[in-house]
């Protein structure tokens, strides 16, 4: 749709009643309000509204229907397509919305739609208690959420929809809806991985786990040891406890004091252990890596809210990221994977990454729309650069990766790893036998597909 002409947009017609801030082109602070994680994205929307709570959302969608603007949704903006931003419409933005309520006696978390993952991870750290989350720590909870969840707890307690209780959420027509087993089970199971496509969800209740005791160890070698530590890992990994998780990354060794000096700024090898336990178990698990020769370790017991903080990456990066999720991870795919390696940006933020997967997510319930969840593996390509002169090469590379582990792919994809590549690969992060009955739901509550600026499930006719 056209963008609305300032003259005829009105904002003072939303603004009467609305009890967050309204951010138009000329106001102070709206750069700031457009700016979202990836700077590849540049988008000037004519409206961002900051909501307080359900009743501005629903103001707010009422007054972009009324004008016929297209319809954002923004949390942490950390989409890598920028599907939290859009030119000429309306941004609905619920970072001020970021409570979380803690019920250690009954381990639930009550959090608010526009927490971040540091928001969650602090306040049930507090407690002893943990859910699985995202990655970084300035991930925003609700698209993580409904579109899966994966993080470094999923091994042992699956993945964040699997710990999801309950979902409030107003849907396109302003109404209030509550969701969980019993309360519109439908739409319920559709927020278990489909996406922000049925209403924006204002609160989510998550059921806790005991986490009394986090280790890890993070090992760093020179690049070209990356072949036999990757095989070391793979084999590692084959049959590992669900107390274990992780990665292997290719990344540029940073300058941290761990760090031999002649190796920082340039490409190296590592593998990131992490281990739901205490340190005397993990380091019986983890001892095979520990002859290869590394160049530098972190090897200690840490806070997982710590843990969460160490790969944060500041908005101003330009990011273009993919994954290809696998049914096996043979010495073929690991020599083609480490040869990819030579072609990244370094220096740069870029992570060439192997997730062991397996554990609590396959045991968990298939009969989500989570079609990757029998994966073994996925291979995540994570561009981060500075320069734009380097956004094709880092777009090339991305793609040249998913290209090389096509021989091993299942199809299935995780939405969340991936920007806008087409209705073919939004099909594959829901399945395609699921699509019909997602739909449907879509039907029901956003039947003009006024959310649609996400990995889109078009309404049921």
């Not at 107390?243 to 941290?256: D, M, N, R, S, V």
Request: aromatic share 8%; glycine share 12%.
């Amino acid at each position: 749709m056209a963008s609305v002409p300032l003259d005829r947009l009105r904002p003072e017609e939303l603004a009467d009643g609305f009890a967050g801030r309204l951010v138009l082109p000329d106001d102070p602070g709206y750069d700031e309000a457009r700016t979202v994680h990836n700077a590849m994205i540049d988008r000037r929307p004519a409206v961002v509204a900051q909501c307080d709570g359900p009743a501005d959302i629903a103001a707010a969608l009422a007054f972009g229907r009324s004008r016929e603007l297209e319809t954002a949704v923004r949390g942490g903006g950390h989409s890598v397509s920028g599907q939290s931003l859009v030119d000429g419409g309306l941004v609905i933005d619920l970072r001020r919305m970021n409570t979380v309520e803690v019920d250690a006696a009954a381990r639930v978390a009550r959090v608010g739609g526009g927490a971040l993952m540091g928001d969650l991870d602090r306040a049930t750290q507090a407690h002893g208690l943990a859910t699985t989350g995202g990655r970084v720590s300035t991930t925003g909870i609700g698209g993580i959420t409904l579109g899966g969840g994966s993080g470094w707890l999923e091994r042992r307690f699956g993945l964040m929809c699997d710990n999801l209780l309950a979902v409030d959420l107003v849907t396109a027509d302003g109404r209030s809806v509550h969701a969980d087993a019993q309360e519109n089970p439908e739409l319920f199971w559709a927020l278990h991985g489909g996406g922000s496509n049925f209403g924006i969800a204002t609160r989510f209740t998550f059921g806790l786990h005991p986490l009394p005791d986090f280790s890890m160890a993070l090992l760093l070698w020179d690049a070209d040891k990356g072949p036999e530590v990757l095989t070391r890992y793979r084999d590692l990994m084959g049959d590992a406890p669900d107390a274990a998780g992780g990665a292997f990354i290719y990344l540029t060794a940073p300058p941290e004091e761990f760090v031999p000096a002649t190796l920082v700024g340039r490409r190296a090898a590592g593998v990131l252990v992490t281990w739901t336990g205490p340190m005397a178990d993990a380091r019986r698990f983890f001892e095979p890596l520990l002859g290869l020769g590394h160049a530098a370790e972190v090897i200690t017991e840490i806070p997982y809210a710590d843990l969460q903080c160490m790969l944060d990456d500041p908005p101003g990066y330009r990011n273009y990221w993919s994954a290809e999720y696998l049914s096996g991870f043979p010495d073929e795919a690991v020599g083609r994977f480490c040869a990819r390696a030579d072609d990244m940006i370094v220096p740069s933020g870029t992570q060439h990454v192997v997730f062991a997967l397996g554990g609590a997510i396959a045991a968990g319930d298939h009969a989500y729309p989570v079609p990757w969840r029998d994966a073994p593996w996925a291979v995540h390509p994570f561009g981060v650069w500075e320069d734009p002169a380097d956004d094709a090469r880092g777009r090339a590379w991305t793609h040249a990766v998913c290209a090389d582990m096509k021989p091993w792919s299942i199809g299935a994809v995780y939405l969340n790893f991936i920007g806008d590549e087409g209705a073919e690969r939004d099909l594959a992060g829901v399945g395609a036998g699921n699509l019909a009955r997602l739909a449907a739901v879509k039907a029901e509550y956003d039947p003009g597909n006024v959310f649609r600026r996400n990995h889109n499930i078009r309404p049921a006719a």
